[in-house]
């Protein structure tokens, strides 16, 4: 059974610090590309950070970019997220995300709140 489990999330003060996690279990972890989404109340779900299955290139959205960090530990299969500087823009619920061709997963979600 293929899982991706999201943990790490909760509320923080503006400027601070996070680190999300994601671990796969059920499928080739390696072979897939890992991505991180958020959707905020009354959006449409948005790409954040991908992160790819070989050379581990990794992308942003530009409103993320310099603050979040991708990053994927093959040996554990585990995707994180580092988020730093944080702004209550970016609260969210935050989606794990594993992409293959014609394949793909998604995890329930972790909400992240930054407000003081």
């Known amino acids: 059974q293929v899982q991706l489990v999201e943990s790490g999330g909760g509320l923080v003060q503006p400027g601070g610090s996070l680190r999300l996690s994601c671990a796969g279990s059920g499928f080739t972890f390696s072979l897939y590309a890992m991505n991180w989404y958020r959707q905020a109340p009354g959006k449409e779900r948005e790409l954040v950070a991908g992160?790819?299955?070989?050379?581990?290139?990794?992308s942003y959205a530009d409103s993320v970019k310099g603050r979040f960090t991708i990053s994927r530990d093959d040996s554990k299969n585990m995707v994180y997220l580092q988020m730093n500087s944080l702004r209550p823009e970016d609260t969210a619920v935050y989606y794990c995300?594993?992409?293959?061709?014609?394949?793909?997963?998604w995890g329930q979600g972790t909400q992240v709140t930054v407000s003081s």
């Open positions: 992160i790819t299955s070989v050379g581990g290139g990794s």
């Open positions: 995300n594993a992409k293959r061709t014609f394949r793909e997963y």
